[in-house]
């Protein structure tokens, strides 16, 4: 089964180990997407217990688009056969055999054609970056920033579609919208880069804001106050 580590809809957190529970009692495996999580909290795939992770370094890493990666757990990558294979996934990438389907023994067995070398050189650069911020400390930031916009937000009488825990969010925080399109666009005008997901607005923050950009975003829903459900 699949299953998330942060929604993208709303921002809440899954309970990863209690889903790998249940899931792995019934003789399911588990594949994480992480994508809304790695570089903004720590990951701990082994400690998660998931048996796959999937990620990208397109957001909270800081790389460029085209770049992902896979976690398989160990035990599983002989066992495993992918439905969907490239010329780098081959036990021997120069045999040139197209009729014979020969998997690597090894997690290369995911991986499919040509890398992107442009993206890599971009996502080495970015996870590097984050490796120097560090994880922990980004979490800490970005937590007293969303504390800041949450009660900014209960002060303009806003609805939050996030869970107010800080164990129960991600980095995301979103709030409720008479018409969230036109609010991303008039915030995009003042300068404030956001995005609608399932009707609400969605405001991402991340270890390069400040309390001055918390503001700046406050102010702005505070002049167009009639766009918050």
């Known amino acids: 089964m699949q299953s998330t580590t942060v929604c993208y809809r709303n921002g809440a957190k899954v309970d990863v180990p209690a889903v790998v529970e249940l899931a792995h009692e019934r003789g399911a495996l588990v594949l994480l997407d992480a994508f809304q999580s790695v570089g903004s909290l720590p990951v701990d795939a082994r400690a998660l217990g998931v048996d796959f992770l999937g990620a990208g370094v397109l957001k909270y890493l800081l790389g460029s688009a085209g770049l992902g990666f896979f976690y398989c757990r160990r035990d599983l990558v002989e066992r495993v056969w992918p439905t969907q294979t490239g010329w780098f996934a081959d ?31 971009a996502g080495i650069a970015g996870i590097e970056l984050m490796q120097e ?41 979103c709030v409720t919208s008479t018409d969230a399109k036109e609010l991303v666009a008039t915030l995009g005008n003042e300068g404030i880069v956001t995005s609608e997901r399932d009707g609400n607005l969605r405001i991402s923050a991340h270890c390069y804001n400040t309390f001055e950009d918390v503001d700046a975003v406050l102010g702005s829903l505070r002049r167009h106050r009639n766009l918050l459900a």
């Open 91 to 121: 036990e021997n990438i120069f045999a040139m055999d197209h009729t014979d389907y020969s998997p690597a023994d090894t997690a290369s067995r995911f991986q499919s054609g040509t890398p992107p070398v442009p993206s890599i050189y």
């Open 133 to 173: 911020i560090g994880i922990p400390a980004t979490r800490e930031h970005v937590n007293a920033l969303n504390a800041h916009l949450l009660e900014g937000l209960d002060d303009l009488g806003a609805t939050v579609a996030t869970p107010r825990a800080v164990d129960r969010r991600g980095a995301l925080v």
